[in-house]
């Protein structure tokens, strides 16, 4: 009994304690930085604190519209929304991989697009919002799929890697969206990968992506995906190569079915 009540009462400060804070410093649209989060008070954003309730809303109403263009902007191979496009680059179909599933397109070189700016917010590390956020657009997108015949709570959700120089410095923010994507469907979460690179991606071309990703990603040590159905997440699927690493290191570990899903696909 007292260790129950020590318990609340332990949750009840850190919640006050949050509370204190949203109040002092009151939270502000990820991609404009000027207005509140749309469609909620300081109170009703104070009593979202629950990572695994409602997902508290990270922009305000101008920047979620700009967010849903996003979302709904046609995929140039089949023409369907992103949000409901299936379509595989080129290196996760030589993995393998048919379907590659996303929630939003994503313009690396339109910095003030909402959509980036998630991005951003996410590798940033420092938005635990960012983090629901995506957590629960990636939950919802898993359960619209239909992969595994709907059976995804059978499934194991690991993450592709960041790598290793920014993983120091800002923390590895799809392992905290991948967790926390997983505790929301009630699957079991594996850290499968680790990523040895130091580098940037963004100025290799596809050869050199390729490249890269295999040499870099490896099998955690402890790994265990023998005969385990497999979702893989990453932030952006831009080549596939990072993600088609994963899959191809998954398939030598013995996983059955393997899903891919990422927040977003570059618009190419």
């Known amino acids: 009994m007292g260790g129950g009540n020590h318990g609340r009462r332990v949750t009840f400060l ?7 804070s949203e109040y002092l410093y009151p939270a502000r649209c990820i991609c404009c930085r000027s207005a509140r989060p749309a469609g909620m008070s300081t109170a009703e ?24 263009k996003s ?26 991989v048919r379907r590659a599933f996303a929630c939003f397109s994503y313009a690396p070189g339109q910095r003030d697009r909402a959509s980036s700016r998630l991005i951003y917010s996410l590798k940033d590390g420092r938005n635990r919002d960012s983090v629901n956020f995506a957590a629960h657009l990636l939950r919802r997108r898993i359960q619209l799929s239909g992969v595994f015949g709907g059976e995804y709570t059978s499934a194991v959700i690991t993450y592709a890697p960041r ?97 891919v899903f990422a927040l977003a696909k570059t618009a190419r």
């Not at 850190?14 to 204190?20: G, K, L, M, T, Y």
């Not at 809303?57 to 979620?64: G, I, L, N, S, T």
């Not at 991606?201 to 295999?214: S, V």
Request: charged share 30%; net charge positive.
């Open 14 to 20: 850190r919640w006050a304690s949050r509370a204190a």
């Open 163 to 259: 790598g290793r120089r920014n993983a120091r410095l800002h923390g590895d923010h799809m392992k905290r969206v991948a967790a926390l994507t997983a505790r929301l469907l009630g699957c079991e979460f594996a850290d499968a990968f680790s990523n040895r690179a130091s580098g940037e991606q963004k100025k290799r071309d596809l050869y050199g992506r390729e490249h890269d990703a295999a040499m870099s990603i490896c099998l955690s040590k402890g790994a265990d995906l023998a005969g385990r159905r497999a979702i893989i997440i990453d932030d952006v699927i831009t080549s596939g190569a990072t993600l088609g690493a994963c899959v191809d290191l998954a398939r030598d570990a013995g996983a059955g079915e393997i899903a």
């Open 45 to 68: 954003y104070v009593m979202l604190a629950d990572p695994e309730g409602r997902p508290r809303q990270v922009f305000c109403e101008k920047c979620a519209l700009d967010f849903k």
């Open 71 to 96: 979302c709904d902007e046609a995929c140039r191979r089949c023409r369907r929304p992103v949000h409901e496009c299936e379509c595989a680059p080129e290196a996760l179909r030589a993995a393998g």
